[in-house]
């Protein structure tokens, strides 16, 4: 998802299309209606390729921030041609650009002054704290892959990405759902938050749930009830026992595995990106 890189990235995609739809692809006519130059809608057009490429406006690899070859009010022209772009605009202002802190240009732990949306609204808190957080959902057999780790005045919370915000004691892979801290973190609470993209998970659920009609076999129908599950309720156990069917269905038409796998991301490298 193109909100686990950046804050701006969900607008800036939805600006890039905004204009493609306003002009139809003729992005010389967008070019002449906002007073561009050919050499700067193309810059705008090579920012917009690599940002789509990336799935964001931070390099897939290597985590560094790239901007556009054109200044603001060049872009702020093109968001003009439409009240939609306009109001985009407002939101992508400040994050297109290069920051002024430096580090603020890298994805990486928050405490290091990097930018990461794996610990929301958690600017202070540090490569410790998320390490012995980490440990600790281990200890309990909580697979990290679909959370983000929130600080609060009370402590902790980790997001769970899935469309119940309330699964049930036989929904979740724990009965527990909070815990008092100790050691360093003495004093302080754990608490684990479902609910997290919970319209995006409600719709893919959805959405699978309808394709299982059209599964070419047992194994494909059985893969896609995992997956459903797991997006329901949170549960990385039945997404791990998707991929053991997804491994078992031989030979497939078309192949593909969804869900929140690849680690690259985040900087602790344990939750997985969409």
Same mark, same amino acid.
């Given at each position: 998802?193109?909100?686990?890189?950046?804050?701006?990235?969900?607008?800036?995609?939805?600006?890039?299309?905004?204009?493609?739809?306003?002009?139809?692809?003729?992005?010389?006519?967008?070019?002449?209606?906002?007073?561009?130059?050919?050499?700067?809608?193309?810059?705008?057009? #090579?920012?917009?390729?690599?940002?789509?490429?990336?799935?964001?406006?931070? /390099?897939?690899?290597?985590?560094?921030?790239?901007?556009?070859?054109?200044?603001?009010?060049?872009?702020?022209?093109?968001?003009?041609?439409?009240?939609?772009?306009?109001?985009?605009?407002?939101?992508?202002? #400040?994050?297109?650009?290069?920051?002024?802190?430096?580090?603020?240009?890298?994805?990486?732990?928050?405490?290091?002054?990097?930018?990461?949306?794996?610990?929301?609204?958690?600017?202070?808190?540090?490569?410790?704290?998320?390490?012995?957080?980490?440990?600790?959902?281990?200890? /309990?057999?909580?697979?990290?892959?679909?959370?983000?780790?929130?600080?609060?005045?009370?402590?902790?919370?980790?997001?769970?990405?899935?469309?119940?915000? %309330?699964?049930?004691?036989?929904? %979740?892979?724990?009965?527990?759902?909070?815990?008092?801290?100790? +050691?360093?973190?003495?004093?302080?609470?754990?608490?684990?938050?479902?609910? #997290?993209?919970?319209?995006?998970?409600?719709?893919?659920?959805?959405?699978?749930?309808?394709?299982?009609?059209?599964?070419?076999?047992?194994?494909?129908?059985?893969?896609?009830?995992?997956?459903?599950?797991?997006?329901?309720? +949170?549960?990385?156990?039945?997404?791990?026992?998707?991929?053991?069917?997804?491994?078992?269905? /031989?030979?497939?038409?078309?192949?593909?595995?969804?869900?929140?796998?690849?680690?690259? %991301?985040?900087?602790?490298?344990?939750?997985?990106?969409?």
């Amino acid at each position: 998802m193109l909100r686990q890189v950046s804050p701006e990235s969900e607008p800036i995609y939805d600006f890039i299309i905004a204009l493609h739809k306003y002009c139809h692809g003729n992005w010389r006519q967008a070019a002449s209606e906002a007073g561009l130059s050919e050499d700067e809608i193309k810059a705008f057009l #090579d920012y917009s390729a690599q940002f789509l490429g990336n799935c964001g406006n931070y /390099k897939s690899f290597g985590d560094s921030k790239f901007i556009p070859r054109i200044n603001p009010r060049q872009v702020k022209a093109l968001a003009t041609l439409t009240p939609e772009t306009l109001q985009l605009w407002e939101q992508i202002k #400040d994050g297109l650009f290069a920051d002024k802190d430096v580090a603020k240009m890298h994805l990486g732990y928050p405490d290091q002054g990097h930018l990461s949306t794996y610990y929301p609204d958690s600017p202070d808190i540090t490569k410790e704290e998320i390490t012995i957080i980490s440990d600790f959902l281990e200890s /309990k057999k909580l697979l990290p892959e679909n959370t983000r780790v929130r600080k609060t005045p009370a402590g902790y919370e980790v997001l769970i990405a899935s469309e119940y915000t %309330r699964p049930s004691e036989m929904e %979740r892979d724990t009965s527990e759902t909070e815990w008092e801290l100790e +050691g360093k973190l003495k004093g302080k609470r754990l608490v684990l938050a479902f609910g #997290d993209y919970h319209k995006e998970m409600n719709t893919i659920a959805d959405n699978l749930e309808m394709a299982e009609k059209f599964a070419a076999n047992e194994s494909e129908k059985s893969m896609l009830k995992e997956y459903v599950k797991s997006f329901r309720t +949170g549960s990385l156990e039945a997404f791990k026992q998707s991929q053991r069917y997804w491994i078992g269905d /031989k030979g497939p038409m078309v192949e593909s595995d969804i869900g929140f796998i690849e680690t690259y %991301r985040d900087p602790h490298g344990i939750r997985g990106g969409w």
